[in-house]
């Protein structure tokens, strides 16, 4: 069986700008009552996944994620096979284990653990 797409990110300078204008376009509803400013999306659609709207740490960017069992066993074989780590796997306590690889083109995906 194959790994789901589980999560979606929309990451730019003015997070609360992307916010309005995402939820306003398509009638999500977004959550960003936490002190990184994330914005939580629930599309309220059916068979959709959820996402964020966050401040872009970097060039903006829009990344699809993964998920795995054990994030770094994918990492190692991204790296053998032509892709580069771009962030480790990196535990954010009580919310998420994750990690980003760039692929042979140089496209950002990410990899969360179940």
């Not at 916010?19 to 002190?35: E, K, V």
């Not at 959820?50 to 990492?75: C, E, K, M, R, S």
């Amino acid at each position: 069986m194959g790994q789901p797409v589980v999560h979606f990110e929309i990451l730019g300078k003015d997070p609360k700008k992307l916010q309005g204008f995402y939820g306003d376009l398509f009638g999500w509803h977004i959550d960003a009552s936490n002190p990184m400013n994330y914005g939580i999306v629930d599309t309220h659609g059916e068979g959709g996944i959820g996402g964020g709207i966050g401040p872009a740490q970097g060039p903006n960017q829009v990344t699809f994620y993964v998920q795995v069992d054990d994030p770094q066993a994918y990492l190692n074989k991204i790296e053998a096979a032509g892709g580069k780590t771009i962030m480790p796997v990196t535990v954010i306590p009580d919310m998420v284990t994750l990690a980003m690889f760039a692929d042979p083109e140089g496209n950002i995906v990410g990899l969360v653990k179940e």
